[in-house]
């Protein structure tokens, strides 16, 4: 794994068939275009979608933009031809919808072994299989493709018979386990979907709530949500003065080899400054660098 995973605050989901909303996603300020080949498409038009993405792949424009694909599962009808047909255009992701257990992920890891190396495998966690074996889903990173988690939250929820309500409460621990998951094997992890497109307030306290709990980013619906959504995951100005002071520290010929050193007052270790870096990474998208 690199040691700044791409940015990814706001990854906005649309259907591959919607060539229009396709096009306008090149000029939209999220992180992540995910053209999605599942949920949003229904089995008449399975194939189209197909070959739309990989249209979309082949045009490009999408500028610093990552590229990602929610490909139909390989136990549907459309799994296998999806990943044959990424495979060979090569997205910069493939989204697994609905993972339950570490085969799952192998078999779309080797149903993907034709793609572009720089091609990466991300990860819905969506179920409770997959809840129950979080850690051993985010240890495929070692060995495959694996380089993202996303959490599902309506399809766990609707599994779980627990309701998603705001706060989310019963679904924090979960929450806890995919952050520290994601982390002992160096991936990235988005939060789920926030549904209620006219409930401002209400994405926005989700979207703190996520940033707080440790999340990089949330997946979202509408464009609308994509401004919201990456000032909550973007730091502030005092996150970024420490940054770079953190940095310019590090950086002094002074502290040449040292391990530790004094940063305003405080002590900053060698394992801040790839925390340090990643943010002023960050600072400079927003800032159109």
């Not at 299989?129 to 985010?138: Q, S, T, V, W, Y």
Request: charged share 20%; hydrophobic share 50%.
């Amino acid at each position: 794994m690199a040691d700044l995973p791409p940015l990814c605050r706001s990854a906005l989901y649309m259907p591959a068939t919607n060539a229009r909303a396709l096009e306008k996603a090149r000029t939209l300020d999220c992180d992540v275009v995910i053209l999605d080949l599942e949920d949003a498409v229904s089995p008449d038009r399975k194939d189209e979608a197909r070959d739309a993405a990989v249209a979309a792949i082949a045009q490009g424009g999408f500028g610093r933009r990552m590229l990602a694909v929610r490909a139909n599962a390989l136990d549907t009808p459309w799994g296998a031809d999806d990943l044959s047909a990424l495979a060979a255009a090569g997205p910069d992701a493939v989204l697994i919808p609905k993972a339950r257990a570490v085969d799952d992920l192998r078999r779309h890891d080797e149903a993907l072994a034709m793609a572009p190396a720089a091609t990466r495998i991300w990860a819905m966690v969506e179920t409770a299989g997959a809840m129950m074996a979080l850690a051993d889903i985010a240890g495929l990173a070692r060995h495959t493709r694996l380089s993202t988690l996303v959490l599902g939250l309506n399809d766990l929820a609707e599994e779980l018979r627990m309701p998603l309500s705001p706060g989310r409460a019963p679904f924090l621990p979960l929450m806890t386990n995919a952050v520290l998951a994601a982390r002992l094997h160096g991936l990235a992890i988005l939060d789920g979907v926030w549904n209620a497109l006219d409930d401002v307030q209400g994405f926005a306290d989700e979207c703190a709530q996520a940033a707080a709990w440790g999340f990089d980013g949330k997946t979202v619906i509408h464009p609308s949500q994509i401004g919201p959504c990456n000032r909550a995951f973007s730091p502030d100005a005092a996150r970024i003065a420490w940054a770079q002071a953190v940095v310019a520290g590090f950086d002094d010929p002074a502290n040449r080899g040292k391990g530790a050193i004094r940063v305003n007052g405080q002590m900053a270790e060698k394992m801040h400054l790839a925390d340090a870096r990643r943010i002023l990474a960050i600072a400079a998208v927003n800032n159109g660098q």
